[in-house]
C-alpha cells in the first residue's frame, strides 16, 4: 500500500494554492499563441489549454486568463497562430512567458502565410480566424477556425511538457532498466574480454559491446586492437528500424522499441519494421548503412545529451531507408552480431563500426563471421 493521497475541500484551504498544486498534477502541452495586433505589433502568449474542438469545421481553442493584457489585442486582431512547443524551444517559451519583457527577443521565429510569427521550428502549428469568445469564470474560452496548419521538420526534438509547475520533456516508457540484468550483462563482459581483446587484435579493428538500457542503447565496453584506436562512448535511442540485433530474437521488447520510434518520428511503419526484423533474423546479425548517415550518427551518439533532440531528424532518415523493398546494399558501415544469455534472450551486441569508406561488403560479411564466433564465446556461462 502506498502513502495515502490527500484532499481539501474548497472551504477549508487556501483556495488558489491548494487549485494550483492539485492542477499541477496534469500534464500540459506548451503552445504559443501568436498575432499581430491592429497597430502592427506582433503579440504573443504561452499556454498550457490549447486544446482541438473540432475536426469538422476544424476548430482549435484555448483559455486566456481575464488579467491577460495581450488576449484582448489578439481578439481585436480577430486571428492567431497556436504553434505547439519543442523541448528545443523551451528558452523561446521562457522568453514569451515572462511580463513585459521583449517576447521575441530569443530563438528563431518565422512569418506565416497569414503574416503572423511563429517559432522556427513549431513541432506543429494552425492558424485560425476567431469565431468564438466566451467568458467563463476567471477566463475565457477563445475558438479559432482553422484557415491552414502543418507541422514542423523535427529540429525542436519533442513536445515540451509542463508539470508540477516546471518544463520537462517526452520520454517513452522504459521497461528495461534492471540493475540485475544490468549486472549480468557486466559480467559477460568481464568474462568475455580475453575474447574482445583476441577478436580485437586478430581482425585488427576495434569492436565494442553494446546493451539495452531503459529506452537507450549504449556502449558498455569492447576492445581495441591498438591504444591508439580508443573505444568511443555511445549513447542512442532504442527506437526501431535501428538496434534490430536487440529485437530481432526478443519479442518483448518490440512493443518498446517500435513505441519508442512513433514517439520520435511521429508514426511508425509497421512492415518496414517487420521485414527488417526478418532480415536481422535471417542473416543473424544487423547491419547498418550509408557513411553520410553513419558519421552524423556517430557524433550525436558521442555527442552530449542536449544533442539528442536531433536524433529526430536522423531517426526520419533511417524510417525512410527501411523500406521492405530494399534489399541488402552496397555499402555497409556497421555490423551488430547477438550475444544470447541462457535464457535465449539477446543481452548484448557485439558492434564492429570500424569500417572504411570504399570496403566491400564482402569484407563486412567475413567480419561478420568472426563476431559471430566470438560472440558464441561470450554466451557461453
Ligand atoms: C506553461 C504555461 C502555461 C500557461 N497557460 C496559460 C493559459 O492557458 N492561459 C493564460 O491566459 N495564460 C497562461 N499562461 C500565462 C501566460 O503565458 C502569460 O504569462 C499571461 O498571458 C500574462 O501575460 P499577458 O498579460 O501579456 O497576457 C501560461 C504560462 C505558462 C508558463
Redesign the pocket.
Known amino acids: 500500500m502506498g502513502l495515502p493521497g490527500r484532499g481539501h475541500s474548497m472551504t477549508e484551504t487556501n483556495k488558489t494554492g491548494w487549485w494550483k498544486t492539485v492542477l499541477g498534477e496534469f500534464p500540459?502541452g506548451?503552445t504559443l499563441i501568436s498575432s499581430v495586433d491592429v497597430r502592427g505589433e506582433p503579440v504573443a502568449?504561452?499556454?498550457?489549454?490549447?486544446t482541438a474542438v473540432s475536426q469538422d469545421p476544424p476548430l482549435v481553442g484555448?483559455?486566456?486568463?481575464r488579467?491577460?493584457?495581450?488576449?484582448p489585442r489578439i481578439a481585436d486582431a480577430g486571428r492567431f497562430t497556436a504553434s505547439v512547443l519543442g523541448d528545443g524551444h523551451e528558452e523561446l517559451?521562457r522568453a514569451?512567458?515572462?511580463?513585459d519583457a521583449d517576447r521575441f527577443a530569443k530563438g528563431a521565429w518565422v512569418t506565416g502565410e497569414a503574416g503572423i510569427p511563429r517559432p522556427a521550428g513549431a513541432l506543429a502549428w494552425f492558424d485560425a480566424d476567431i469565431t468564438q469568445v466566451t467568458s467563463l469564470g476567471d477566463?475565457s474560452l477563445a475558438v479559432g477556425k482553422v484557415t491552414a496548419f502543418g507541422v514542423g521538420n523535427g529540429d525542436s526534438g519533442l513536445p515540451l511538457l509542463?508539470l508540477r509547475g516546471g518544463?520537462g520533456r517526452f520520454a517513452a516508457p522504459g521497461t528495461d532498466l534492471d540493475p540485475a540484468r544490468l549486472a549480468r550483462r557486466l559480467a559477460i563482459i568481464e568474462n568475455g574480454q580475453g575474447t574482445l581483446d583476441a577478436l580485437a587484435r586478430r581482425i585488427g579493428r576495434r569492436v565494442r559491446v553494446s546493451g539495452v538500457a531503459g529506452d537507450s542503447v549504449v556502449a558498455l565496453g569492447g576492445a581495441s586492437p591498438r591504444p591508439a584506436k580508443p573505444l568511443r562512448a555511445a549513447v542512442f535511442p532504442f527506437a526501431a528500424p535501428f538496434g534490430s540485433v536487440f529485437v530481432a530474437w526478443d519479442d518483448e521488447r518490440r512493443r518498446t522499441w517500435t513505441e519508442n520510434s512513433r514517439h520520435l518520428v511521429g508514426a511508425v511503419d509497421r512492415a518496414a519494421i517487420g521485414s527488417v526484423l526478418e532480415r536481422t533474423r535471417a542473416r543473424g546479425y544487423g547491419i547498418s548503412t550509408g557513411f553520410g548517415i553513419a558519421r552524423r550518427f556517430e557524433g550525436l551518439a558521442g555527442g552530449s545529451t542536449a544533442a539528442r533532440g536531433s536524433f529526430v531528424n536522423l531517426w526520419r532518415e533511417l524510417a525512410a531507408a527501411a523500406s521492405p523493398a530494399a534489399g541488402d546494399p552496397a555499402e555497409i558501415t556497421s555490423i551488430q552480431v547477438p550475444v544470447f544469455g541462457p535464457a535465449g534472450s539477446v543481452e548484448l551486441a557485439l558492434v564492429l563500426d570500424d569500417i572504411r569508406r570504399g570496403e566491400s561488403p564482402a569484407v563486412a560479411v567475413q567480419l561478420a563471421g568472426e563476431l559471430l564466433r566470438a560472440a558464441g564465446e561470450l554466451s557461453r556461462p
Open positions: 500540459t506548451v502568449m504561452v499556454v498550457g489549454t490549447f484555448f483559455f486566456p486568463g488579467e491577460s493584457g495581450t488576449f517559451c514569451v512567458a515572462k511580463k477566463h509542463f518544463y
